[in-house]
């Protein structure tokens, strides 16, 4: 069963940057599209962003401008870089495996929506 394992949270002061990372365990001949979601304590779980097979990305608008996810493929990890962070960005942080491709590009590679464990971040004013 192939997972995402989520790392690099942690506690920073406003103003400040992390990076996250999102890396998919277990052996795979697919490359996968990753969604980032966040949950803030007594809050429901929120898109922040996603990066498809082609390497698209999308943002919501509350981090757009100042995150960014891109791709590792190598070490079959994505990345949210988050800069200019905010306390309303406060939230635990959940990457989702998105339907993705065999490494040939000819079959599609069904998720299952796996979803990782998440990594807290915590934001300061």
């Known amino acids: 069963q192939v997972q995402p394992v989520e790392s690099g949270g942690g506690s920073v002061q406003a103003g400040g940057s992390l990076r996250l990372s999102c890396e998919v365990s277990?052996?795979?001949?697919?490359?996968?599209?990753i969604s980032w979601y966040r949950q803030a304590p007594g809050q429901g779980r929120e898109f922040v962003s996603s990066?498809?097979?082609?390497?698209?990305?999308n943002y919501a608008s509350s981090v757009k401008g100042r995150f960014t996810i891109s791709r590792d493929t190598a070490k079959n990890t994505v990345y949210l870089e988050m800069g200019s962070l905010k306390p309303e960005d406060t939230a635990t942080y959940y990457c989702?495996?998105?339907?993705?491709?065999?490494?040939?590009?000819?079959?599609?590679?069904?998720?299952?929506?796996?979803w990782g464990q998440g990594t807290l971040v915590t934001v300061s004013s």
């Open positions: 989702k495996l998105d339907d993705g491709l065999d490494l040939a590009g000819a079959n599609t590679c069904v998720s299952m929506d796996a």
């Open positions: 277990g052996f795979t001949y697919c490359i996968y599209g």
């Open positions: 990066i498809d097979t082609d390497g698209d990305t």
